[in-house]
């Protein structure tokens, strides 16, 4: 089975998946930039994060384990929406020179997957679709839904099988006319080995790292982990906790890793609201990320906007926290239904957020065992290779 994968740029938890591919298919992933990717090209060593506002250096080897090549060496923003036609020839070339048996989009570059999904089918190539979307993530006018609405229904009448990440992403493909036959829902989830090596470094060492903070052990500890900009709604927290009295968020600690445009006006905030009380660690690459998560009772994620799915929260359950998000956040209803302490409030409402933190602080539940019955990192390549196998037969 020949395989072809398109993808934006090379992502950590992406890349576990490819390697797993790899070994069980003859695989070729092709990016179409080279975003965040250092030590490969000094053209793209200084190209930061649109979202974290610096240059984000993994800590692994996201190439390792699978065949991959570049389309550009660009970043993201100079490949999104019709700049993305540029590359349409250059992908082209490669399908001929690979000629798949099937390939899979990860949809993050609408423009050109449109008129991928329209050429591919007639040229005989077999299409799948790795979806973000739903209705929720971004706000719109009336004019630009109407365009993303016609666009999206022609592009899922062209795909073999749609994988929408979330039960927000389903209902999203299923609105626009989607059959349950072309439709496969599997959810995102994080590099699995990755959290079981995190937890064995980063808990055992919980004590020692609150300690280490200024954290009292008996504390309770509320995390946000994630870029720090407008669509995350971060400076909510400070809001919501503001109108709580002193003697109520007494034992109260806030930790924050991350960094982005809001940063200086989040510290600023916190800082003025809890003093020593708040310890904002910065970004933090995956390797030393646990240690935030070691260290928390609960994760707050208040996103309004653009949070399809939030990794975040998948993690802070896999260390035992409790998680406060958004009505917007695409996991939470997924999250909830398996089982797991996810505590919605209304997206935008700082009484409710308010209200659901004084409850917490009053009746605080410490979890001491991570969770278990979470979505696994390999369902979606186990789903893909499943659903090329029925299409051959």
């Not at 994968?5 to 992933?29: D, E, G, K, M, N």
């Not at 089918?121 to 009336?142: A, H, I, Q, S, Y």
């Amino acid at each position: 089975m020949k395989l072809l994968v398109i993808h934006t740029h090379p992502v950590q938890y992406v890349s576990f998946q490819l390697r797993w591919l790899a070994a069980r298919c003859s695989l070729r992933v092709l990016y179409l930039c080279r975003q965040n990717l250092l030590n490969i090209s000094s053209e793209c060593s200084t190209i930061a994060d649109p979202g974290f506002g610096c240059v984000v250096q993994w800590d692994c080897d996201l190439l390792a384990g699978y065949e991959s090549s570049f389309v550009s060496s660009r970043g993201l923003q100079q490949i999104e929406g019709l700049l993305g036609l540029r590359l349409l020839p250059l992908v082209l070339r490669q399908l001929y020179q690979f000629r798949p048996d099937a390939s899979i989009i990860f949809n993050h570059t609408p423009i050109l997957i449109g008129f991928l999904a329209g050429l591919l089918p007639r040229l005989g190539f077999p299409l799948f679709l790795r979806t973000e979307c739903t209705d929720l993530v971004k706000l719109r006018t009336m004019p630009l839904a109407l365009v993303r609405d016609l666009a999206l229904r022609w592009i899922y009448k062209k795909v073999t099988i749609v994988f929408p990440i979330s039960s927000h992403g389903l209902r999203h493909v299923e609105v626009r006319g989607v059959g349950p036959e072309s439709i496969c829902l599997v959810s995102y989830a994080p590099d699995t080995n990755w959290l079981a090596e995190q937890l064995a470094v980063w808990q055992p060492k919980a004590s020692a790292l609150r300690h280490s903070h200024g954290i009292p052990e008996d504390a309770l500890v509320l995390l946000y982990v994630g870029r720090l900009s407008e669509e995350k709604d971060l400076l909510a927290i400070a809001d919501a906790l503001a109108p709580i009295p002193q003697v109520e968020r007494a034992a109260l600690h806030v930790i924050s890793a991350g960094s982005g445009p809001l940063e200086s006006e989040w510290v600023r905030r916190m800082t003025a609201l809890l003093g020593d009380q708040f310890h904002h660690l910065g970004f933090l690459n995956q390797q030393h990320l646990g240690q935030a998560y070691a260290m928390a009772d609960a994760l707050i994620l208040p996103s309004i906007h653009s949070e399809t799915w939030g990794l975040v929260v998948h993690e802070a359950l896999a260390f035992g926290c409790v998680a406060f998000v958004s009505d917007l956040v695409g996991c939470a209803l997924d999250l909830q239904a398996l089982g797991q302490d996810v505590r919605r409030f209304h997206a935008g409402d700082r009484c409710s957020l308010t209200a659901l933190l004084r409850y917490w602080l009053a009746a605080p539940k410490i979890a001491t065992q991570p969770c278990a019955d979470l979505p696994d990192i390999l369902d979606f390549p186990r789903a893909l290779l499943s659903a090329i196998s029925d299409l051959q037969q």
